[in-house]
């Protein structure tokens, strides 16, 4: 019996197998419609609207991977088929004024937008990122400064809310 417990799988019914894949093909759509948006108009995308494109596009969950890691996949597939792409981060970046100006030459391709500049006593800007930019820009950030330098995360996604005029 101790070596059925340590050793044994564990039988799963089809019903079961179903109920659980389609719960992670949810959960795939959610995070994906959660982290992107529509690039012309900055909303983001409806769960069914996803599930729909995720259909269409004949994805298969894959039980033993994470859904996080499913949903990157998924967002890499679906931008060949629509317009879709992930929501900037805004970041507040405090670099020391010496570092200042050698460190935005560097940080100016990560950057996608720069909200706003000021330098004073020290460089603050505020600017939108790709999210997958974002540890990069950290690590330069901590290692060029020697921890002088600070990244505040203002807002995980910029998306646009609110009614669309005509």
Wanted: proline content about 4%; overall charge negative; charged content about 35%.
């Amino acid at each position: 019996m101790k070596k059925i417990l340590a050793k044994g799988e564990l039988q799963v019914s089809d019903k079961e197998r179903q109920s659980q894949l389609e719960t992670m093909f949810r959960d795939i759509a959610t995070i994906v419609a959660e982290k992107c948006v529509n690039p012309d108009t900055k909303r983001p995308y409806t769960v069914s609207l996803i599930e729909r494109a995720m259909t269409d596009i004949h994805y298969s969950v894959k039980p033993n991977k994470s859904t996080k890691q499913q949903a990157l996949e998924v967002i890499r597939q679906l931008k060949e088929t629509m317009e879709i792409q992930r929501a900037h981060m805004r970041l507040r970046l405090v670099l020391p004024a010496k570092d200042g100006k050698r460190l935005k030459e560097k940080l100016k391709p990560l950057l996608q937008v720069v909200e706003s500049e000021d330098f004073d006593e020290e460089l603050e800007m505020v600017c939108f990122v790709d999210p997958g930019c974002f540890r990069e820009i950290d690590e330069l950030i901590r290692c060029e400064t020697k921890g002088r330098g600070s990244l505040e995360v203002v807002s995980l996604k910029d998306v646009e809310e609110g009614d669309e005029k005509l």
